[in-house]
């Protein structure tokens, strides 16, 4: 046995340990920071299977982003009520009983894969090759997988107008209420105009190499949506009024422009989502600018929540 092995069945039983903790703990508070671990050990995982794409995104988005939400989520609760409902024998029992549903069935559609378990890779590698991408995961999002694509980032935004849904009517157009009032040169301002540089350039650097290498739109747009909001928690930068144009401009140009280029493509007899020969590459990058900067603004604004005071007169 080596030590590769090892270290898999190690962390295998941590995951299956972090997954069952989060399932039987009560409290709220520790089930979310169990998530997070548990992201953050999935993230290993996939790094083991040579799959560092996947990795960053469960890292940003699972383990990070998705945690600021149900961190947020569970102090409005707490603020709504101080008392936790737990859910009843019968509750408890059909949950158990859906998930273990599930998990057997998974469980035999991975025992009757045919072995070997077929697949298009080699044609769709050979195919790939047009486009002038070195990164595959890149070329299959924005090729293969390009409508698909485009609908997550339009689940996003469906997913942000909810959430600024639950605002009263008197707040709507206005600024959400996030972050508290820091000590001038207190530690978190300090951490936050120290951090967010970095931040922001790694988030542009992921989605920069993502085109030929481990990184990407929804990588760099997570990191750069943290770094948002670690702004907004520290008061060093205002959260906007949902009304800004210019805030909007920023939510939509994602979609817009990947909408525009597949337009395009549609006009020019060769298919919606089709990119011009010789210029794949070019139009790509340029898609994935718009969408690492509506990324991070969508999910920035998801952490901090609905408007909660008014837009003025």
Known sequence: ??????????????????????????????????????????????????????ALTEAALGGGVTGALLLGACARLRRASDVEETPGLVGRGAALVLCLGVTTGLVGVVLCLPDPAPTLAPVAKQSLASTGLGNAVTATLMVYRALDTMLEKVVLLLA??????????????GRPVFGSRQEKGGPLIFLARVLIPIGV???????????????????????????GILGFFAGVSAVPAVSAFRLRVALAAGVAFFLAVGLVGLAAGTGFLTYPENFAKPVIVLIEVAMTLSIGVTLALLVVGPPGESSGP
């Open 160 to 173: 942000l107008v909810a959430v600024w849904s639950l605002a009263p009517d008197r707040f709507w157009g």
């Open 1 to 54: 046995m080596n030590v590769e092995l090892v270290f898999s069945l190690g962390l295998a039983l941590l995951i299956l340990t972090v997954a069952g903790f989060v399932i039987v703990t009560r409290g709220s508070f520790a089930a979310i920071v169990g998530f997070v671990a548990f992201g953050l050990t999935l993230s290993l995982a996939w790094m083991g299977l040579s799959a560092p794409d996947v």
């Open 201 to 227: 350039l790694v988030g542009i650097y992921l989605f920069w190499v993502g085109a030929d290498a481990p990184g990407g739109a929804f990588a760099g747009g997570a990191i750069i949506g943290a770094m």
